[in-house]
């Protein structure tokens, strides 16, 4: 087994791990080079892509007319705001607080560390940000009420999978399910914001965000190539056995349909209608191979070498999935 950083500096096929990573960081990290984060309330826009929204979708949203309509978006990107605060803190930065400090299986050299505290600078910045916009929004519009927000599914997924993980695993496991959330969306989450309708400074403040994502991507995708392949057989067999609930549960909506279910009966106050058109809304829903989302949590598996091992393929044929 390979234990030292230069290896993994010097191959070509982990880059993001080496020196060129701080380089390009010190370049184009938004936090070395992006001014302060401001929405321009004088234009016009919504705050969340109408498309993205199925709530709108229902007949009694629809008959409350545009004004309800805004609030429904507003308070959709206020919860996109608070998830982005909870996965860059309790999830990303955790697992890099792992790789910084653990006691773990694998070695992690200086030039991986460095990279990995530039990861952590960048996502409390983005939590600032997500903070700061969060502020704007209430000053401006004071009467839009709290919600509770619920657990993300990402962190859901995590905490299920490691009950069923003994715990000498759980460190390895949770870098890994990191790298996962890391390589899922980044192109798409630029088009998801991308209409025209959508605020010019909410498609400013995506557009900007995605700038360190995709760095992030290369870094994370690395970063699952390293540990994978150096991880002893026993911890490729436990964690790889239950990727593939790991994916499902990940991916699943059940936090959206929470959080929606609150925000319809705050508009249509009817808790009982809520809850129907909730189940009307997402009825037949499931999580399937065909998804982009989807297709790209594999496409980064297989990139990292995770998808040639039998437990891997295993473990997603048992949730229907033949990859």
């Known amino acids: 087994m390979t234990t030292t950083d230069e290896t993994a500096a ?28 401001t929405i321009d309330f004088t234009q016009t826009g919504y705050f969340f892509p109408e498309d993205r929204q199925p709530l709108l979708l229902d007949e009694n949203v629809a008959a409350l007319g545009e004004q309800a309509k805004e609030r429904i978006l507003i ?25 910084l ?40 519009y004071p009467d ?26 759980h460190d390895v496991f949770e870098i890994l399910a990191n790298c996962c959330f890391e390589t899922t969306l980044v192109r798409e989450l630029v088009e998801f914001f991308d209409s025209k309708d ?25 970063l699952m190539k390293y540990l994978w392949a150096e991880v002893s057989e026993d911890f490729r067999e ?13 991916l699943s909506v059940e936090s959206e349909k929470r959080f929606n279910a609150q925000l319809l009966e705050s ?13 009307e809304l997402y009825a037949g829903f499931d999580v399937t191979t065909d998804m982009p989302i989807v297709q790209n949590v594999l496409r980064a598996f297989g990139k990292a070498g995770m998808l040639e091992h039998p437990a891997v393929r295993s473990s997603f044929r048992k949730i229907g999935w033949e990859i």
């Not at 791990?17 to 960081?25: E, I, T």
């Not at 106050?269 to 189940?279: C, F, L, P, T, W």
């Open 10 to 37: 010097h191959d070509t096929r982990l880059r993001s791990l080496g020196p060129d990573y701080v380089a390009r960081w010190e370049a184009r990290g938004s936090v070395r080079t992006r001014p302060r984060k």
């Open 75 to 99: 308070q959709s990107f206020f919860k996109y705001l608070h998830d982005i605060v909870n996965l860059e803190i309790k999830e990303i930065v955790s697992a890099c607080t792992k790789v």
């Open 101 to 140: 400090y653990s006691d773990l299986p694998v070695e992690f050299g200086p030039e991986i560390k460095l990279n990995t505290y530039s990861i952590v600078i960048d996502e409390y910045y983005h939590v600032y940000i997500a903070q700061d916009l969060i502020m704007q929004l209430r000053e401006q």
């Open 144 to 169: 839009l009420g709290e919600f509770d927000f619920p657990t993300s599914d990402s962190q859901h997924a995590v905490a299920e999978i490691k009950k069923r993980l003994e715990p000498q695993y």
């Open 198 to 222: 959508v605020h010019p400074s909410i498609r400013y403040y995506v557009n900007d965000h995605m700038n360190d994502e995709s760095r992030h991507y290369a870094f994370f995708l690395d």
């Open 238 to 250: 436990a964690i790889g056995s239950l990727m593939g609930e790991f994916v499902k549960l990940y």
């Open 267 to 279: 508009v249509l106050g009817d808790r009982e209608q809520a809850e129907r058109s909730i189940g």
